[in-house]
């Protein structure tokens, strides 16, 4: 039986689906913002009339609820769109967008973006696949909740991580170069902080990882493959 970790197919951002004739209108709409890190490029609940493509840097994307709980939805990086379902439909922003680290970012007029969709093929396709893959990124997040613990989606949340955003060390350990929170663990998994927190103790008990204050590195990233794999 093949043990192997399930891992999702790598999407292609929104900016690697177009090519340099189908940018040309959002470069020449749009202007170039930077962000420092901790920074808020969107704010859930705000009517403002633009979006974003990230050039540079990355994002997580969070949404509070009536309650106060916060849940951190996804990681955004370059290439990536940003608010495009305000900027489609006119409504409120859906949740809030903090820069995990530098960001610099193309933001274009809402406007200005409809019209390069209605009259660039290119850019319409491209959106299209943005809106599927989210989609499929927030069912399959639903999926997992019901299917598999914790602990293993933390382990495939913690590998993907490393995967896209690690620094490998000598020693074979990988360091999530991310000023990632253990409530920002919780919110991408779904699960509580208190469970999450209980989880990253017992595995740095058996030195699977270590962890610091909004820093995580993987040491035996071969048993967090096994846990991820097995489902349990």
């Keep these: 039986m093949d043990s192997a970790p399930r891992r999702r197919p790598r999407r292609m951002p929104f900016w690697s689906l177009l090519d340099d004739e189908s940018r040309t209108p959002l470069l020449a709409a749009g202007r170039m913002v930077a962000f420092p890190p901790k920074d808020t490029l969107l704010r859930q609940n705000d009517f403002t009339d633009h979006l974003l493509v990230i050039r540079s840097g ?19 990086r370059p290439g990536d769109l940003l608010g495009e379902q305000a900027a489609l439909d006119g409504g409120p922003r859906s949740a809030t967008l903090t820069s995990l680290t530098r960001v610099e970012a193309l933001m274009i007029p809402s406007s200005a973006f409809r019209a390069a969709v209605r009259s660039v093929p290119v850019i319409a396709l491209a959106l299209q696949q943005v809106l599927s893959e989210r989609l499929r990124e927030s069912d399959g997040h639903r999926t997992a909740v019901g299917s598999e613990a914790v602990q293993a989606r933390l382990a495939a949340l913690l590998l993907e991580l490393g995967a896209e955003y690690g620094r490998p060390q000598s020693n074979g350990a990988v360091l999530i170069a991310l000023p990632l929170s253990q409530d920002d663990f919780a919110g991408l998994v779904l699960s509580s902080r208190r469970t999450v927190t209980r989880v990253l103790e017992q595995w740095r008990g058996l030195g699977w990882v270590t962890t610091g204050r909004n ?9 967090l493959k096994r846990l991820s794999a097995s489902g349990h």
């Design 215 to 223: 820093r995580l590195t993987i040491d035996r990233p071969d048993e």
């Design 58 to 76: 990355c994002a997580k994307v969070a949404a509070g609820s009536a309650a106060g709980y916060q849940a951190v939805l996804a990681i955004r």
